[in-house]
Protein backbone atom coordinates (compact mmCIF):
# COMPACT_ATOMS: atom_id res chain seq x y z
CA UNK A 1 0.00 0.00 0.00
CA UNK A 2 2.15 2.82 -1.25
CA UNK A 3 0.97 6.20 -1.82
CA UNK A 4 3.47 8.70 0.14
CA UNK A 5 4.28 9.91 -3.38
CA UNK A 6 4.34 8.76 -7.13
CA UNK A 7 8.35 9.16 -6.91
CA UNK A 8 8.02 6.00 -5.08
CA UNK A 9 6.74 4.42 -7.88
CA UNK A 10 9.43 2.38 -9.95
CA UNK A 11 10.22 3.33 -13.86
CA UNK A 12 7.43 2.30 -16.86
CA UNK A 13 8.34 -0.78 -18.65
CA UNK A 14 9.17 0.71 -21.76
CA UNK A 15 11.15 3.69 -20.32
CA UNK A 16 13.35 0.94 -19.21
CA UNK A 17 13.82 -0.72 -22.41
CA UNK A 18 14.40 2.33 -24.23
CA UNK A 19 17.18 3.24 -21.74
CA UNK A 20 18.59 -0.23 -22.42
CA UNK A 21 18.67 0.25 -25.85
CA UNK A 22 20.50 3.61 -25.66
CA UNK A 23 22.88 1.67 -23.59
CA UNK A 24 24.41 -0.33 -26.81
CA UNK A 25 27.44 1.21 -28.78
CA UNK A 26 28.08 5.22 -28.10
CA UNK A 27 26.63 8.63 -29.23
CA UNK A 28 28.28 12.63 -28.47
CA UNK A 29 27.19 13.48 -25.36
CA UNK A 30 25.72 16.97 -23.72
CA UNK A 31 22.36 17.38 -26.10
CA UNK A 32 24.29 16.47 -29.39
CA UNK A 33 23.21 12.76 -29.80
CA UNK A 34 20.73 12.02 -32.24
CA UNK A 35 17.99 11.19 -29.34
CA UNK A 36 17.78 14.49 -28.48
CA UNK A 37 17.18 16.06 -31.46
CA UNK A 38 14.68 13.75 -32.36
CA UNK A 39 13.16 15.17 -29.19
CA UNK A 40 13.37 18.37 -29.17
CA UNK A 41 11.34 18.04 -32.74
CA UNK A 42 8.59 15.87 -31.06
CA UNK A 43 8.31 18.70 -28.76
CA UNK A 44 7.19 21.11 -31.28
CA UNK A 45 5.06 19.16 -32.43
CA UNK A 46 3.35 18.27 -28.87
CA UNK A 47 2.85 22.34 -28.38
CA UNK A 48 2.41 22.76 -31.79
CA UNK A 49 4.98 25.40 -32.26
CA UNK A 50 8.45 25.80 -32.60
CA UNK A 51 9.42 25.65 -29.24
CA UNK A 52 13.15 25.42 -27.11
CA UNK A 53 13.67 22.71 -24.91
CA UNK A 54 16.08 21.76 -22.41
CA UNK A 55 16.44 18.61 -20.09
CA UNK A 56 17.01 18.06 -16.96
CA UNK A 57 17.44 15.49 -14.38
CA UNK A 58 15.38 16.68 -11.55
CA UNK A 59 11.75 18.86 -11.07
CA UNK A 60 13.62 21.36 -8.65
CA UNK A 61 16.76 21.99 -11.59
CA UNK A 62 13.59 22.68 -14.55
CA UNK A 63 11.57 24.94 -11.97
CA UNK A 64 14.84 26.96 -10.41
CA UNK A 65 16.58 27.49 -13.77
CA UNK A 66 13.38 28.28 -15.35
CA UNK A 67 12.48 31.00 -12.92
CA UNK A 68 15.85 32.31 -12.56
CA UNK A 69 16.10 32.72 -15.98
CA UNK A 70 12.62 34.42 -16.76
CA UNK A 71 13.54 36.51 -13.43
CA UNK A 72 15.94 39.02 -12.85
CA UNK A 73 17.63 38.66 -9.17
CA UNK A 74 15.87 41.76 -7.82
CA UNK A 75 12.77 40.21 -8.90
CA UNK A 76 9.78 38.51 -7.18
CA UNK A 77 8.01 35.27 -8.23
CA UNK A 78 4.49 35.45 -7.53
CA UNK A 79 2.87 31.64 -6.18
CA UNK A 80 0.52 30.33 -3.89
CA UNK A 81 2.13 30.13 -0.37
CA UNK A 82 2.50 26.26 -0.90
CA UNK A 83 3.70 25.90 -3.59
CA UNK A 84 6.87 22.97 -4.07
CA UNK A 85 9.15 26.04 -4.98
CA UNK A 86 8.31 27.50 -1.87
CA UNK A 87 8.14 25.04 0.75
CA UNK A 88 9.93 21.93 -1.15
CA UNK A 89 12.88 23.24 -2.64
CA UNK A 90 15.38 24.20 -0.31
CA UNK A 91 15.53 27.76 -1.20
CA UNK A 92 16.72 26.61 -4.76
CA UNK A 93 15.10 28.95 -7.01
CA UNK A 94 15.94 31.56 -4.79
CA UNK A 95 20.03 30.26 -5.21
CA UNK A 96 20.04 29.91 -9.03
CA UNK A 97 18.20 33.41 -8.93
CA UNK A 98 21.08 35.12 -7.65
CA UNK A 99 18.41 35.92 -4.56
CA UNK A 100 15.11 36.33 -6.75
CA UNK A 101 12.14 36.69 -4.19
CA UNK A 102 9.45 34.19 -3.66
CA UNK A 103 5.80 36.13 -2.53
CA UNK A 104 3.18 33.45 -1.58
CA UNK A 105 -0.05 34.15 -1.68
CA UNK A 106 -3.08 32.20 0.01
CA UNK A 107 -5.66 30.07 -2.04
CA UNK A 108 -7.96 27.51 -1.51
CA UNK A 109 -6.61 24.55 -2.87
CA UNK A 110 -3.66 26.20 -3.57
CA UNK A 111 -4.72 27.55 -6.45
CA UNK A 112 -4.33 31.57 -6.62
CA UNK A 113 -7.67 33.29 -8.02
CA UNK A 114 -7.32 35.97 -10.38
CA UNK A 115 -8.67 38.92 -7.32
CA UNK A 116 -5.62 37.44 -5.19
CA UNK A 117 -3.22 38.25 -7.38
CA UNK A 118 -5.20 41.48 -8.56
CA UNK A 119 -4.82 42.60 -4.85
CA UNK A 120 -1.27 41.92 -4.13
CA UNK A 121 -0.56 43.31 -7.63
CA UNK A 122 -2.34 46.55 -6.96
CA UNK A 123 -1.83 46.94 -3.23
CA UNK A 124 1.70 45.57 -2.61
CA UNK A 125 4.93 48.59 -2.84
CA UNK A 126 6.90 47.35 -6.02
CA UNK A 127 9.98 48.41 -7.77
CA UNK A 128 13.47 50.33 -7.39
CA UNK A 129 15.44 51.07 -5.93
CA UNK A 130 13.62 49.63 -2.42
CA UNK A 131 11.06 47.24 -3.30
CA UNK A 132 11.62 43.94 -5.38
CA UNK A 133 10.04 44.22 -9.35
CA UNK A 134 7.26 41.74 -9.75
CA UNK A 135 8.27 39.78 -12.61
CA UNK A 136 7.50 35.86 -12.66
CA UNK A 137 3.59 34.51 -12.07
CA UNK A 138 4.29 30.61 -11.02
CA UNK A 139 1.35 28.59 -11.66
CA UNK A 140 1.47 24.55 -10.31
CA UNK A 141 -0.60 22.38 -12.52
CA UNK A 142 -1.97 20.11 -11.33
CA UNK A 143 -1.49 21.99 -7.48
CA UNK A 144 0.18 20.69 -4.44
CA UNK A 145 -3.60 19.64 -2.86
CA UNK A 146 -4.34 17.69 -6.43
CA UNK A 147 -6.46 20.47 -7.67
CA UNK A 148 -6.25 21.74 -11.25
CA UNK A 149 -6.35 25.04 -12.75
CA UNK A 150 -8.93 25.41 -15.77
CA UNK A 151 -7.91 27.13 -19.31
CA UNK A 152 -9.74 29.96 -18.36
CA UNK A 153 -8.23 30.60 -14.86
CA UNK A 154 -5.17 30.61 -16.43
CA UNK A 155 -6.07 32.83 -18.95
CA UNK A 156 -7.08 35.33 -16.44
CA UNK A 157 -4.60 35.06 -14.45
CA UNK A 158 -1.98 35.38 -17.44
CA UNK A 159 -3.95 38.70 -18.56
CA UNK A 160 -3.33 40.03 -15.48
CA UNK A 161 0.22 39.22 -15.45
CA UNK A 162 1.22 40.19 -18.66
CA UNK A 163 -0.46 43.50 -18.16
CA UNK A 164 2.34 43.82 -15.63
CA UNK A 165 4.78 42.79 -17.88
CA UNK A 166 5.14 39.55 -15.98
CA UNK A 167 6.06 36.59 -17.23
CA UNK A 168 4.06 33.15 -16.70
CA UNK A 169 5.16 29.80 -15.26
CA UNK A 170 3.94 26.71 -15.20
CA UNK A 171 5.35 23.26 -12.62
CA UNK A 172 4.38 20.67 -14.02
CA UNK A 173 5.19 18.01 -12.27
CA UNK A 174 1.90 16.42 -12.74
CA UNK A 175 0.95 18.41 -15.86
CA UNK A 176 0.50 15.12 -17.59
CA UNK A 177 -2.71 13.75 -14.85
CA UNK A 178 -3.92 17.61 -15.07
CA UNK A 179 -3.96 17.21 -19.50
CA UNK A 180 -5.82 14.04 -18.62
CA UNK A 181 -8.52 15.72 -16.56
CA UNK A 182 -8.86 18.69 -18.35
CA UNK A 183 -8.95 16.62 -22.03
CA UNK A 184 -7.05 19.43 -23.80
CA UNK A 185 -4.20 19.25 -26.42
CA UNK A 186 -0.80 20.44 -24.86
CA UNK A 187 -1.08 23.72 -25.99
CA UNK A 188 -4.46 24.70 -25.01
CA UNK A 189 -3.43 23.96 -21.54
CA UNK A 190 -0.14 26.22 -22.14
CA UNK A 191 0.98 29.11 -24.29
CA UNK A 192 -2.56 29.52 -26.00
CA UNK A 193 -3.76 30.17 -21.99
CA UNK A 194 -0.78 32.28 -22.09
CA UNK A 195 1.90 30.18 -20.09
CA UNK A 196 5.70 31.50 -21.14
CA UNK A 197 7.77 28.80 -19.33
CA UNK A 198 6.54 24.88 -18.72
CA UNK A 199 8.27 22.89 -16.26
CA UNK A 200 7.53 19.71 -17.78
CA UNK A 201 7.47 16.72 -15.50
CA UNK A 202 7.96 13.28 -16.49
CA UNK A 203 9.70 11.89 -13.30
CA UNK A 204 6.32 11.03 -11.25
CA UNK A 205 4.88 10.09 -14.55
CA UNK A 206 7.35 6.91 -14.98
CA UNK A 207 10.44 7.87 -15.45
CA UNK A 208 13.83 7.60 -13.85
CA UNK A 209 14.81 10.82 -13.64
CA UNK A 210 13.92 13.80 -16.94
CA UNK A 211 12.54 17.00 -16.55
CA UNK A 212 12.53 19.35 -19.35
CA UNK A 213 12.13 23.15 -19.43
CA UNK A 214 9.74 24.18 -22.30
CA UNK A 215 10.10 27.92 -23.73
CA UNK A 216 7.28 28.73 -25.72
CA UNK A 217 9.01 31.85 -27.40
CA UNK A 218 12.79 30.30 -28.36
CA UNK A 219 13.93 34.20 -27.99
CA UNK A 220 13.40 33.57 -24.55
CA UNK A 221 15.57 30.81 -23.84
CA UNK A 222 18.80 33.24 -25.10
CA UNK A 223 21.69 31.91 -22.99
CA UNK A 224 19.66 29.18 -21.33
CA UNK A 225 22.23 26.36 -22.71
CA UNK A 226 25.31 28.34 -20.70
CA UNK A 227 23.17 28.94 -17.33
CA UNK A 228 22.02 25.11 -17.67
CA UNK A 229 25.43 24.26 -17.58
CA UNK A 230 26.70 26.79 -15.32
CA UNK A 231 23.88 25.12 -12.65
CA UNK A 232 25.57 21.95 -12.95
CA UNK A 233 22.83 20.38 -14.49
CA UNK A 234 23.94 19.39 -18.21
CA UNK A 235 24.35 16.28 -18.00
CA UNK A 236 27.11 14.57 -19.83
CA UNK A 237 25.19 11.28 -20.94
CA UNK A 238 22.50 13.40 -22.46
CA UNK A 239 21.12 10.78 -24.59
CA UNK A 240 19.80 8.84 -21.55
CA UNK A 241 17.45 11.87 -20.77
CA UNK A 242 16.36 11.83 -24.37
CA UNK A 243 15.55 8.36 -24.40
CA UNK A 244 13.14 8.57 -21.34
CA UNK A 245 11.23 11.43 -22.38
CA UNK A 246 11.29 9.84 -25.87
CA UNK A 247 9.49 6.84 -24.60
CA UNK A 248 7.26 8.81 -22.21
CA UNK A 249 5.61 10.62 -25.08
CA UNK A 250 6.01 8.03 -27.93
CA UNK A 251 2.14 6.52 -28.77
CA UNK A 252 0.59 8.43 -26.00
CA UNK A 253 2.28 6.53 -23.44
CA UNK A 254 2.79 9.58 -20.99
CA UNK A 255 -0.85 10.17 -21.09
CA UNK A 256 -2.03 6.28 -20.67
CA UNK A 257 0.28 6.68 -17.60
CA UNK A 258 -1.17 9.54 -15.99
CA UNK A 259 -4.96 8.10 -16.82
CA UNK A 260 -4.49 4.91 -14.91
CA UNK A 261 -2.88 7.34 -11.24
CA UNK A 262 -5.87 8.94 -11.93
CA UNK A 263 -8.29 6.59 -12.36
CA UNK A 264 -6.73 5.13 -9.11
CA UNK A 265 -7.53 8.08 -7.26
CA UNK A 266 -11.02 8.32 -8.02
CA UNK A 267 -11.17 4.48 -6.99
CA UNK A 268 -9.56 5.45 -3.94
CA UNK A 269 -11.79 8.60 -3.11
CA UNK A 270 -14.83 6.61 -3.90
CA UNK A 271 -13.88 3.83 -1.98
CA UNK A 272 -13.00 6.79 0.98
CA UNK A 273 -16.11 8.14 0.75
CA UNK A 274 -18.47 4.98 1.08
CA UNK A 275 -16.70 4.87 4.05
CA UNK A 276 -17.07 8.10 5.51
CA UNK A 277 -13.69 9.70 4.64
CA UNK A 278 -14.74 12.20 2.00
CA UNK A 279 -11.72 13.90 0.07
CA UNK A 280 -10.74 17.35 1.32
CA UNK A 281 -10.15 18.59 -1.93
CA UNK A 282 -12.02 17.80 -5.37
CA UNK A 283 -9.83 15.13 -6.82
CA UNK A 284 -8.65 16.31 -9.86
CA UNK A 285 -5.30 14.70 -10.57
CA UNK A 286 -3.73 11.49 -8.14
CA UNK A 287 -3.79 13.15 -5.26
CA UNK A 288 -6.72 12.06 -3.02
CA UNK A 289 -6.23 14.15 0.67
CA UNK A 290 -8.60 13.46 3.52
CA UNK A 291 -9.37 13.05 7.11
CA UNK A 292 -8.71 10.19 9.13
CA UNK A 293 -8.70 9.59 13.01
CA UNK A 294 -5.78 8.41 14.57
CA UNK A 295 -6.93 5.47 15.77
CA UNK A 296 -7.34 4.58 11.99
CA UNK A 297 -3.71 6.10 11.34
CA UNK A 298 -2.25 3.82 13.81
CA UNK A 299 -4.10 0.73 11.67
CA UNK A 300 -2.62 1.63 8.75
CA UNK A 301 0.76 2.24 9.57
CA UNK A 302 1.24 -0.53 11.31
CA UNK A 303 -0.31 -2.83 8.52
CA UNK A 304 2.41 -0.93 6.27
CA UNK A 305 0.59 1.41 5.06
CA UNK A 306 2.64 4.48 3.10
CA UNK A 307 1.52 8.25 3.02
CA UNK A 308 2.10 11.17 4.67
CA UNK A 309 0.20 13.19 7.46
CA UNK A 310 0.27 16.65 6.27
CA UNK A 311 -1.15 20.06 7.19
CA UNK A 312 -2.05 23.14 5.25
CA UNK A 313 -3.29 26.66 5.02
CA UNK A 314 -5.52 26.37 2.16
CA UNK A 315 -8.56 24.25 3.49
CA UNK A 316 -11.89 24.45 2.57
CA UNK A 317 -13.63 26.33 5.88
CA UNK A 318 -15.96 23.36 5.84
CA UNK A 319 -13.16 21.12 7.12
CA UNK A 320 -11.66 21.42 10.84
CA UNK A 321 -9.53 18.72 12.12
CA UNK A 322 -9.94 17.73 15.44
CA UNK A 323 -7.07 16.74 17.97
CA UNK A 324 -7.83 13.43 17.29
CA UNK A 325 -7.26 13.55 13.34
CA UNK A 326 -4.95 13.64 10.93
CA UNK A 327 -5.08 15.31 7.04
CA UNK A 328 -3.57 12.58 5.19
CA UNK A 329 -2.14 12.84 1.54
CA UNK A 330 -2.54 9.72 -0.61
CA UNK A 331 -1.08 9.67 -4.15
CA UNK A 332 -1.42 7.13 -6.53
CA UNK A 333 0.77 6.03 -9.61
CA UNK A 334 1.01 4.26 -12.77
CA UNK A 335 1.84 1.11 -10.83
CA UNK A 336 -1.22 1.43 -8.04
CA UNK A 337 -3.43 -1.32 -8.03
CA UNK A 338 -6.92 -1.92 -7.23
CA UNK A 339 -5.93 -4.16 -5.00
CA UNK A 340 -3.89 -2.06 -2.48
CA UNK A 341 -6.79 0.75 -2.69
CA UNK A 342 -9.56 -1.83 -1.35
CA UNK A 343 -6.86 -3.25 1.12
CA UNK A 344 -6.04 0.28 2.57
CA UNK A 345 -9.91 1.36 2.58
CA UNK A 346 -10.68 -2.11 4.81
CA UNK A 347 -7.55 -1.50 7.18
CA UNK A 348 -9.26 2.74 7.26
CA UNK A 349 -12.44 1.70 8.31
CA UNK A 350 -11.01 -0.95 10.57
Given at each position: ??????????????????????????????????????L?????????????V???????A?????????????????????????????????????????????????K?????????????????????????????????????????????L????????????????????????????A???????????L??????????????????????????????????????????????????????????????????????????????L??????E???????????????????????????????????????????????????????D??????????
Amino acid sequence: MYFASDNAAGVAPAILDALQRANAGFALGYGQDEATKRLERRFSELFEREVAVFLVSTGTAANALALAHVSPPWGAVICHGEAHIAKDECGAPEFFGGGLKLVGLAGEGCKITASALAQTLERTAWGGPHHVTPAVLSLTQATEAGTVYQPNEIADLAALARSRGIAVHMDGARFANALVRLGLTAAEATWKAGVDVLSFGATKGGAMAAEAVVFFDSARAASMPERRKRGGHLISKHRFLAVQMEAFLTDGLWLTLARHANDMADRLAKRLSAIGLMPVWPVEANLVFSVISCEAHDRLQAAGAQYYAMQSNSLPESVKIASDSLLIRLVTSFSTTEADIDRFVVIAQG
